[in-house]
Nanobody, 124 residues
């Protein structure tokens, strides 16, 4: 069974930066597209970013374009989310996920279970 473990969240002031990591185990990491989602209190989980299995294609939600960058290291079974110029509305629990391709992730699909997530809080 594939396990996803997110880390790197924290409390940061508006305009600051954080780098999230998600380590996967129990599957063939390099076979799948990977993505990040987030869920703010009282809101539905939403797509943030996705990256193709080889890193050749990336997709982003409009709200984070130009501020967030997704990357991956297949040798380390890890996907990253570099978040710059954070806004208070970026406050949420961030989750990573996998699927067959970036389009499926952007449409809100994912394979398997969610990890525990990592909390990101941006103060104004």
């Amino acid at each position: 069974q594939v396990q996803l473990v997110e880390s790197g969240g924290g409390l940061v002031q508006a305009g600051g930066s954080l780098r999230l990591s998600c380590v996967t185990s129990g599957g063939t990491f390099s076979s799948y597209a990977m993505g990040w989602f987030r869920q703010a209190p009282g809101k539905k989980r939403e797509f943030v970013a996705a990256i193709r299995w080889n890193g050749g294609t990336t997709n982003y939600a409009d709200s984070v374009k130009g501020r967030f960058t997704i990357s991956r290291d297949n040798a380390k079974n890890t996907v990253y989310l570099q978040m710059n110029n954070l806004h208070p509305e970026d406050t949420a629990v961030y989750y990573c996920a996998r699927d067959l391709n970036t389009d499926r992730l952007q449409a809100g699909n994912h394979l398997g279970s969610w990890g525990q997530g990592t909390q990101v809080t941006v103060s104004s």
